[in-house]
């Protein structure tokens, strides 16, 4: 019943290779949202998209790709994965964008690049 | 840099009393959210409290702002040990991104 589904919920990667984070909503919002959750970071934001086909930068989006081919589907591409990018990756969606709009989140993907 | 931060990394209360998480803020913002994150799970919206409202509760959370001191707080009456998690404050600054705080752990101790 889970409205924002991760998968995998868990992966390793090894450095320079080519890893993808997939997410998927039942919820009908428009918007969606990659965050990366380090210890003492909080949650920051990498990339984001409001409508299919067309995504925004975030505050942290180096490194990272992302994909939105239909209004349920999100995914992030790590194209050479580093290891400064083990954390733990959450997808969220929204109806709209902006404070006054909850964010449901889902689960979490834990990588770990070595 | 955070747009948003809570101003303690961790506090630890007994169960049944009360604490308060607070939260500063740097720009004007249109609305506050505050979110819930236990061990090993996506974080959970709590009470979201716009720029005109002073005070927001819901069950045992009550959330305040004050705007012209930018900062907010969520106060927890009659801790239980499944308050045990990570606080977040979260908002924006006239754009769409949503900006979280670095979060404060609050632990319930038996």
């Known amino acids: 019943e889970a409205a924002v589904t991760q998968s995998p919920r868990s992966k390793v990667a090894v450095t320079g290779g080519k890893v993808t984070l997939s997410c998927h909503q039942t919820?009908?919002?428009?918007?969606m949202y990659w965050y990366r959750q380090d210890t003492g970071h909080g949650l920051r934001l990498i990339h984001y998209?409001?409508?299919?086909?067309?995504?925004e930068k975030g505050d942290i989006p180096d490194g990272y790709k992302a994909s939105r081919p239909s209004q349920e589907n999100f995914s992030l591409i790590l194209e050479l994965a580093s290891l400064s990018q083990t954390a733990v990756y959450f997808c969220?969606?929204?109806?709209?964008?902006?404070?006054?709009?909850?964010?449901?989140f889902g689960a979490g993907t834990r990588l770990s690049v070595l | 840099s955070q747009l948003a931060e809570e101003n303690l990394w961790a506090l630890s209360v007994h169960e049944g009393e009360s604490v308060t998480v607070n939260c500063s803020y740097k720009?004007?913002?249109?609305?506050l959210q505050w979110y819930r994150q236990k061990s090993g799970e996506g974080p959970a919206q709590l009470i979201l409290i716009r720029s005109n409202e002073r005070e927001k509760r819901n069950g045992r959370l009550r959330a305040t702002l004050d705007t012209s001191s930018q900062s907010s707080s969520l106060s927890i009456t009659a801790t239980r040990c499944e308050d045990t998690a990570v606080y977040f404050c979260?908002?924006?600054?006239?754009?769409?991104?949503?900006?979280f705080g670095a979060g404060t752990k609050l632990t319930i101790k038996p």
């Open positions: 969220a969606s929204s109806m709209t964008g902006g404070a006054r709009n909850t964010l449901y």
């Open positions: 998209s409001y409508v299919a086909d067309s995504t």
């Open positions: 720009t004007s913002i249109t609305a």
């Open positions: 979260a908002s924006n600054y006239g754009n769409e991104k949503i900006t």
């Open positions: 919820n009908n919002h428009d918007y």
